[in-house]
């Protein structure tokens, strides 16, 4: 709609929800979810109380999503540790839909044979006959397919949301990589380049082990994000740093520690102080500020429907945990300005 501002003697563009979520590629849903919980909100009310987005409000969100990715370059990112059940997969395809809710384009890449985050985002890997089982192997083998052959889309959880499914014969790739010596670390970094420009992010779900397929999510990543649940899943952490600082070394680009995620946390108790302290010293302050706490409900999600896609406030720490995730990328930048985060003591805190 076009507005008549008769003090300033011109005519100001105005746009409904509605409209707004067409100019930037978004549902309405989403816009207007964003406005309910304070990450970005029309800047215009009408003399009748109307509240409206103008050309500025479209603009500042289309630069800050250029900017939050880096320009037009997608952001690869790795959800790593070697010590199962810290809630890694669980972050990984979480924090992807709340990206995608946003209005990010995300790619979740499943490394892992164990294929938690495939059964996760609703497909069976038993049912498809391709997966990243294929695309992992070394160069030569006859079984080998492109990157593109097995992206799904999965319209059912959100239309921008897409998966690379793993399969448990992705342990049989890692076993050829072994033998594989020339440039092994590399393989699914070589693979990403043919649809790293159809996405805003991928993000990474790794096996839980030192292998060939860790080396290759690290070295395929511009940056890795460690969870940890609890204090014995901190001590692993200096062996993925070595690790990390070699596959930096071995990959075309660099690949940083985005940091440490606090995550199926037990609050208000003595460890999850103690984890706290601990953590915040070994990764000298580099933590998200954003902790997730241990809810039964996320504890389920795996298998079913991630929490993100319902409506239930157990899935705000996600969307703040993404929010930061935005701002630490580009620069803070995010429409979500820190005063504008929802009050939640419940499932943050704050150092």
Known sequence: MRRRDTAADQTVVLYTSQQMAEQVGLSVDTIRRMDKRGEFKPSHATPGGQRRYTEDDV????ETRRRATGGNRCRAISFINVKGGVGKTTLCITLAGALAQ??????????????????????????????????????????????????????DLHPHLFLAPGHLDLARADQLLTLHRVQRELVLDEALRSVINDYDFIFIDSPPTLSNLLSNAMCA????????????ALRGVEMLDQERRICDKVSPHAVTLL???LNKQMLATNLHTSVRRETQLLFDGNVFETIIPYRTE???????RPVVFGARAVAEPYYALAAELLRRLAGASDPVSSSSLPEADTYMTRS
């Open 102 to 155: 946003k209005g990010y384009h995300v790619l979740v890449v499943d490394v892992d044979p164990q294929a938690n985050a495939t059964q996760g985002l609703g497909l069976d890997p038993y049912d498809l006959p391709q997966t990243m089982a294929q695309v992992m192997l070394p160069e030569g083998e006859r079984d080998k397919i492109p990157l593109a052959d097995v992206i799904r889309p999965l319209p």
């Open 298 to 304: 996320v504890e389920k999600s795996p298998g079913y």
């Open 221 to 232: 990543s511009d940056g890795i994000i460690i969870p940890i649940d609890a204090q014995y």
């Open 59 to 62: 603009m500042r969100f289309l």
């Open 259 to 261: 940091g440490a995620v």
